[in-house]
C-alpha cells in the first residue's frame, strides 16, 4: 500500500508540470483551418486520379487553403510564447487576446490568463468581451 501511495504522488506530480508561466514574444497569423479545408477538398477533387491524385491533391489544396486564408485577411491567431525555460513555442488562441509582455499559463495546448484555471474560467474576458 505504501509503494502505491509513492506512485501516486510520482505521477501527481509529472502531471502537474506540464502547467507553468510563460510570457507572450509575438503575435503571428495561424492558417491551420485554411489548410485543413483546402486539403480537403484538393483531396476530393484529386481521388478521381486514384490514390496518388488523392494525396497530391490533398497536399496542394494545403497549400492553397492556407495562403488563401493568408490572402483573404482571415488568418487565426497564435502567439509565439517564451516559456520560463527560455524555449519559444507557438501556440494558438482562438478565445483570449493577449498583448506582448502579456504573462500567460499554458493549460493543454492553449495560453490563459495569468491565474486562469478551469474552476475561475468565468472570470476572465473571452476574446476581449467579459
Do not use: C, H
Not at 486514384?50 to 486564408?69: K, R
Not at 510564447?81 to 509582455?101: C, H, M, Q
Request: glycine share 18%; net charge neutral; proline share 4%.
Amino acid at each position: 500500500m505504501k509503494k502505491f501511495g509513492i506512485l501516486a504522488l510520482t505521477i501527481g506530480m509529472l502531471a502537474a508540470g506540464s502547467v507553468y508561466a510563460a510570457e507572450i514574444v509575438s503575435e503571428v497569423g495561424d492558417e491551420t483551418s485554411g489548410q485543413a479545408t483546402g486539403g480537403m477538398t484538393g483531396m476530393m477533387m484529386g481521388s478521381v486520379g486514384g490514390p496518388i491524385g488523392a494525396v497530391l491533391g490533398a497536399g496542394v489544396g494545403a497549400l492553397f487553403g492556407g495562403s488563401g486564408q493568408k490572402v483573404a485577411g482571415a488568418s487565426d491567431r497564435a502567439y509565439v510564447v517564451r516559456t520560463d525555460s527560455g524555449e519559444l513555442k507557438t501556440y494558438r488562441s482562438p478565445n483570449y487576446i493577449f498583448a506582448v509582455g502579456d504573462k500567460v499559463v499554458i493549460y493543454g495546448n492553449r495560453p490563459r490568463p495569468l491565474g486562469w484555471t478551469p474552476e475561475t474560467a468565468e472570470s476572465f474576458a473571452y476574446n476581449g468581451v467579459n
